[in-house]
Every structure is written in C-alpha cells, then in structure tokens.
C-alpha cells in the first residue's frame, strides 16, 4: 500500500488533470497545424517560382551579353574597313 509520501511524490511527478487542461491550451490543433503547413506551401512555390524565373532571366542576360559580344566585333571590322 501506498504512504502519504509515496502519493506525495506521485503527485509531484505526474501530471495533474489542471496539467493537462493547460497542455490542450498550449498545444496546436490539427487544423491550425494544416493552415501552417499550408501557408508554408505556398511560400515555397513563391520561392520556387522566383528561382525560375531568376534563372531564365540569367539566361536571358547571357544572351544579351553574347549578341552585343557579336555586334561588338562587326562594328569592329566595318570601322576597320572603313579607315
């Protein structure tokens, strides 16, 4: 059987119904769970967007880069040819 400070000791170790009614409070729930995760999944296709579309604009920018190398060296020759 069990003495008052054996009990007293359980009390002090194991979490009390009031314990727990504050760990519900403190605890998501499922729903606020799944909005979190939902507004992350958005920011992760924003993110995955941008990186996309900084990509394809870096490939554009060299592109540009080699079309003005090419002009570049034409302008060359006809002021070359032209003195």
Do not use: P
Request: glycine share 2%.
């Amino acid at each position: 059987m069990l003495s008052k400070s054996d009990i007293k000791k359980l009390l002090e170790v194991l979490a009390t119904k009031q314990d727990l009614e504050l760990l519900r409070e403190e605890v998501a729930t499922k729903a606020e769970y799944n909005n979190v995760i939902n507004k992350l999944d958005a920011v992760y296709k924003e993110l995955k967007d941008f990186r996309e579309e900084q990509s394809a604009h870096s490939g554009q920018h060299e592109e540009i880069d080699k079309d003005i190398g090419s002009l570049q060296e034409r302008i060359n020759k006809i002021e070359q040819a032209a003195q």
